[in-house]
């Protein structure tokens, strides 16, 4: 038996069998290939377990999510008070501008404001907005103004002369001037600011500096059928009405209008206001509408503007050749795109002096020109490498990057309703069917 050990001790040393292609891979790869193993399992194991609370959970009907909302990467709860003293602004006048004076001066009021939310500092801007589509489609029956907080010691002067010589500012000078307040509740005060000094409209559009309007198909195509002439004088006859389009806000587990731009009749506009005396919601200002709603038990009326009428400005659609129209291969209902067809109204995301100059270029007093083909500018790109990727996995139905706005709202927002379909309890959308959100 000490024979066999000791000739036993004497053989080689034979390492553990490993299969060729284990033996291949360098060790250290094949530890961090374990090792990746163990952390991915853990990870499962780990989502497994808490996969409940993952999943999004409906809220109740009329009762709206409570959580600190988030709007533009700040918590509402970061709302400061007024960094500096809020002091009356000095009268001036506010009227309507010197080019719209000779087009309604001996007439009643218009029955629409169009409304333009901006900080006090940005005059460029107002500049660009008041001789581009302000300017161009000066007959529509439209007041124009420009709406800003208490613009501070710093800019009332500059605030004062340029009120004198357009006449087209609104001063919320109990309102301090900063970023939280413009997007939470400016616009509900710019609202209340309209009820207590009677300025009565029939309807109220509010919209973001970067914004382009084509105003004349606004009013033709959706406020004019919506007004009657009963009387003499032209009134809007839906009740209760939103005219924007709807955006769905996974984190927020809600449906409202857009805050880029949406439109209130004027009622709406008074329940609104009443809503907000006694709820006091501070919330982002387009997602305050929805949760005022809930809070009142209230229904607004939804005329949904399509993605090819409303739609965020994307320069990689267009063609290449310093235009804004799109290419062939558009997606015109997607939420972002360049310019197609004669049915577009408002082009949001044009913060860029570039592209606000390049997407005015497609219009004239008319509203939209007609869109040249495709192929007529020799310096026509085509389609990028980075849009075809995306168009690849659209055509196989695994991207949702172009489905529209109204599609991306879940089937469990919608119900119906004596004939109607019902978004999240408050917002009666009619006939307008629900889409790809409720397969």
């Known amino acids: 038996m000490d024979v066999k050990r000791a000739r036993a001790s004497q053989q080689p040393y034979a390492p553990p069998y490993r299969p060729p292609i284990i033996r291949c891979i360098p060790k250290p790869f094949l530890r961090i290939f374990v090792l990746s193993i163990l952390i991915t399992s853990g990870l499962l194991a780990h989502l497994l377990a808490n996969l409940p609370s993952f999943l999004p959970v409906h809220h109740a009907p009329f009762e709206p999510p409570s959580f600190d909302f988030l709007v533009h990467g700040k918590h509402v709860s970061e709302l400061q008070p007024p960094a500096y003293p809020l002091a009356p602004f000095p009268e001036t006048p506010i009227q309507s501008s010197l080019d719209r004076e000779r087009h309604h001066r001996d007439g009643p009021r218009p029955p629409w404001l169009a409304a333009v939310i901006c900080a006090a500092g940005d005059v460029e801007r107002r500049m660009m907005i008041r001789t581009t589509w302000m300017h161009l489609y000066r007959d529509v029956p439209f007041d124009g103004r420009f709406v ?13 002369t340029e ?7 609104i001063v919320l000078d109990h309102l301090q001037e900063d970023d939280l307040t413009a997007n939470t509740v400016k ?16 309807f109220v559009s509010k919209m973001d500096t970067d914004l382009w309007l084509n105003a004349r198909a606004f009013w033709d195509r959706f406020l004019l059928p919506r007004m009657s002439n009963e009387t003499g004088q032209l009134a809007a006859a839906p009740p209760h009405t939103f005219i924007g389009q709807m955006y769905y806000s996974p984190v927020h587990d809600l449906v409202f209008p857009h805050g880029s731009m949406y439109t209130v009749t004027w009622d709406m506009l008074e329940l609104l206001v009443s809503l907000q005396d006694s709820f006091h919601v501070v919330a982002g200002e387009d997602m305050t509408n929805a949760l005022l709603l809930m809070k009142g038990r209230q229904v607004a009326n939804v005329v949904n503007m399509s993605g090819m ?15 804004a129209w799109a290419r062939d291969q558009t997606h015109p209902d997607a939420s972002s795109h360049a310019l197609v067809g004669s049915g577009v109204v408002a082009v949001h995301q044009l913060k860029d002096k570039k592209l606000w100059m390049r997407v005015a270029e497609c219009f004239d007093e008319d509203g939209v020109k007609e869109m040249p083909p495709p192929h007529a500018s020799p310096r026509y790109r085509g389609t990028s490498w980075r849009l075809q990727w995306f168009d690849f996995w659209a055509q196989v139905g695994v991207s949702t990057r172009y489905a529209s706005q109204l599609d991306r709202i879940p089937s469990v927002f919608w119900t119906r309703d004596n004939g109607s379909w019902i978004v999240d309890g408050i917002w009666n959308m009619g006939d307008q069917k629900p889409g790809l959100g409720c397969t």
């Open 148 to 160: 800003v907080s208490n613009p501070g010691p710093q800019w009332t002067e500059i605030i004062r």
């Open 163 to 169: 009120n004198r010589t357009f006449g087209d500012m």
């Open 187 to 202: 616009t509900l005060e710019f609202f209340k600011w309209l009820v207590n000094h009677g300025k009565r409209y029939e």
């Open 309 to 323: 009428e409303k739609f965020d400005y994307e320069d990689d659609d267009a063609r290449g050749d310093g235009t």
